[in-house]
């Protein structure tokens, strides 16, 4: 009687508690057998239903007809992964329905076609293809029920549109009134921004660009760099040589004064 209940429980830890070697075999079978079935399901669904070459069952006469001149290929700032885009824009409306300052309108973001990043899980559109033929519609609006507007993007992509149309999205350059700190601001004309960007700005007495941006070839550097650790060069010859041109001179790995500008254009990254 013992040893039937020394039994019995064995067989009750193997159901709900510590599982036997038969259930964990079960276990796996089953698995396998469901991932083979999901992949054979996914690929017949795209093989078979295809929503880009899907059976006709739009209604209607719109043919969401465009051309490969309406569309600008860019890309998309809206996170760190800046996806390439397809932009299709149009003429802005004339009249009351103007949009204030704006020569033209974002109708559709989408990603661009020709990029693996945008097309997956299809086979992005081949290189060679003319933007004519990839990037206009087929006019399958009409009977299809659908325009083929590009690649996928994710829906913080498609919210472009709004940045764009902002109401509040600053459209002319702002140059600083006052002192640094005082959230004055006054709108400048591109022409003047960028010559105060270059060359620096009398009205607010700050350097260009031109005074201190500095390039100095690599190999050059670390040549010297091998030879200030190897003594044959002093810190003092380095430093007369290179003073002007790196960032510091004690740290040779930040490179040449040029870098600072690819430091300012990704600092509006957060």
Same mark, same amino acid.
């Given at each position: ?7 019995? &429980? ?10 036997? $070697? ?19 399901? =996914? ?6 239903? @295809? ?9 209607? *006469?719109? !043919?969401?007809?465009?051309?490969? +001149? +309406?569309?600008?290929?860019?890309? /998309? #700032? #809206? /996170? ?13 409306? @004339? %009249? ?21 990043? #945008? *097309? ?9 293809? $003319?933007?004519? +033929? ?9 009977? &299809? ?9 994710? =829906? ?7 940045? &764009?149309?902002? $109401? ?9 009134? %006052? ?7 006054? !709108? ?38 091998? =030879? ?11 430093? &007369? ?7 510091? !001179?004690?740290?040779? +790995? ?6 600072? *500008?690819?430091?300012?254009? *990704? /600092? @509006? $990254?957060?």
């Amino acid at each position: 009687m013992e040893v039937q209940r020394k039994d019995e &429980a064995q067989q009750g830890a193997g159901m709900f508690g510590t599982p036997s $070697r038969r259930a964990v075999v079960g276990a796996g079978c089953a698995v396998a057998l469901g991932v083979v079935a999901t992949g054979t399901g =996914l690929g017949a669904y795209m093989e078979n239903d @295809d929503p880009l070459t899907d059976k006709p069952h739009g209604r209607g *006469s719109a !043919t969401g007809a465009y051309a490969a +001149d +309406d569309v600008i290929l860019s890309m /998309c #700032n #809206n /996170c760190n992964t800046y996806c390439t885009i397809k932009v299709r824009v149009a003429d802005a409306a @004339d %009249g009351a329905e103007a949009n204030e300052g704006a020569t033209a309108l974002v109708r559709k973001i989408a990603g661009n076609p020709y990029s693996p990043l #945008n *097309s997956q899980p299809y086979a992005p559109v081949p290189y060679e293809t $003319r933007p004519e +033929d990839a990037l206009s519609p087929d006019g399958g609006m009409a009977v &299809a029920g659908r325009a083929t507007n590009g690649g996928m993007i994710c =829906l913080k992509g498609q919210s472009g549109i709004q940045l &764009a149309h902002d $109401r509040f999205r600053i459209t002319k350059p702002l140059r600083r009134v %006052g002192a640094r700190g005082g959230d004055e601001w006054e !709108t400048v004309d591109w022409d003047t921004a960028l010559d105060e960007i270059v060359h620096g700005s009398p009205t607010l007495g700050t350097p260009g660009i031109a005074e201190w941006y500095a390039w100095a070839p690599k190999k050059q550097v670390e040549a010297d760099v091998t =030879l200030v650790e190897s003594g044959a060069m002093t810190q003092g010859e380095f430093d &007369a040589k290179w003073a002007d041109v790196l960032i510091d !001179t004690k740290h040779p +790995d930040l490179g040449p004064k040029s870098n600072v *500008s690819d430091t300012f254009s *990704s /600092c @509006d $990254r957060t």
